[in-house]
């Protein structure tokens, strides 16, 4: 899954040819081409865990495996509200906007 988000550097970047299929990983560099992100939310072919098995004395599946993938993944994207919470900063604007959704949810 894909997302756009605000904090480019703090995500791992993808770019993606014009099938979906992600041809360019970035994890948390300091200037990533773009702002589109992994979202760390994964369906998997059984097949992958011989690539996880190649890989097993790392343990971050996000930063050690998805490179060994790239065009092989193909992505879909979330227009839906999404949100990194991978630091203090994003997870108070969650908490934020958690609140203030549901407010507007009991109206």
């Given amino acids: 899954m894909t997302f756009y988000t605000e904090y480019p550097s703090e995500c791992g970047i993808v770019t993606l040819r014009d099938d979906g299929v992600i041809d360019r ?5 300091a200037n990533p081409p ?3 992100a992994n979202g760390a939310v994964f369906i998997l072919n059984p097949e992958i865990f011989l690539e996880i098995e190649k ?3 790392r343990v971050d599946f996000c930063a050690d495996i998805v490179p060994h993938l790239v065009g092989r ?3 879909f994207h979330n227009e839906i509200y999404h949100r990194d919470i991978g630091s203090p900063e994003s997870y108070r604007i969650a908490c934020k906007d958690f609140e203030q959704w549901t407010q507007n949810a009991s109206l």
């Fill in 25 to 29: 990983y970035f994890e948390k560099v």
């Fill in 34 to 36: 773009g702002a589109l």
């Fill in 55 to 57: 890989r097993r004395d």
């Fill in 73 to 75: 993944l193909y992505t």
